[in-house]
């Protein structure tokens, strides 16, 4: 059973960087045709797909437009394990982070979420 | 990459059936049999419950059915049950590895 832990800090100031880690068990970042995704969730955003990693013959990373610009999503093998930075957050940013294995175009496992608050 | 759009709410009695729409675009669910739901309880973290338009995976019950139509796809409950009451998202691949969400549907069962 492939299991999802995310770690990383509950509060970030305004302008700085957010950091998620989560890591792999009973799988492998490097398992064909899986990517490993990360996910927002606030009240006024509702669900908000924010970018994947996945491996087809290099690391290839894809982020919804509107984050693409200050997001950074890192795959370390060594640790089965993939992180998310975000740059320059605002309030905006505030919200449950998920990450997620995804096959089929859906996302059959989740992390258990970590609430991040940006405030100062 | 706009939201797609569900109705932010839907209720049915105990054993009856109800449907949730999910409309997109041409660009995402019209263009792809990528649509999948998930169901949340509140607090909890989203699951799984239909895949590629129509794939149920294991563990989900058969009362939960999917299908799609043009730039709208749908999800029905049929046989509803208390445990049922939870709220609803749905979501499609766009293309250029770009996934895209629902706002989500709050299901009530009266």
């Known amino acids: 059973q492939v299991q999802l832990l995310q770690s990383g800090p509950g509060l970030v100031k305004p302008s700085q960087t957010l950091s998620l880690s989560c890591a792999i068990f009973?799988?492998?970042?490097?398992?064909?045709?899986?990517?490993w995704h990360w996910i927002r969730q606030s009240p006024s955003r509702g669900l908000e797909w924010l970018g994947r990693t996945h491996y087809k013959s290099r690391w290839d990373v894809s982020c919804a437009t509107s984050v693409k610009s200050r997001m950074t999503i890192n795959a370390d093998t060594s640790k089965d394990q993939f992180s998310l930075q975000l740059d320059s957050v605002t309030p905006e940013d505030t919200a449950v982070y998920y990450c997620?294995?995804?096959?089929?175009?859906?996302?059959?496992?989740w992390g258990q979420g970590i609430l991040v608050t940006v405030s100062s | 990459q706009s939201a797609l759009t569900q109705p932010p709410s839907a209720s049915g009695s105990p054993g009856q059936s109800v449907t949730i729409s999910c409309t997109g675009t041409?660009?995402?669910?019209?263009?792809?049999?990528?649509v999948s739901w998930y169901q949340q309880y509140p607090g909890k973290v989203p699951k799984l419950m239909i895949s590629e338009v129509t794939e149920r995976p294991s563990g989900v019950p058969d009362r939960f059915s999917g299908s799609k139509s043009g730039n709208t796809a749908s999800l029905t409950v049929s046989g509803l049950q208390a445990e049922d009451e939870a709220d609803y998202y749905c979501s499609s691949y766009a293309g250029s590895d770009i996934w895209v969400f629902g706002g989500g549907t709050k299901l009530t069962v009266l």
């Open positions: 009973g799988d492998s970042l490097s398992t064909r045709h899986i990517g």
């Open positions: 997620a294995r995804g096959s089929a175009y859906s996302f059959g496992f």
């Open positions: 041409s660009s995402d669910v019209g263009a792809y049999n990528y």
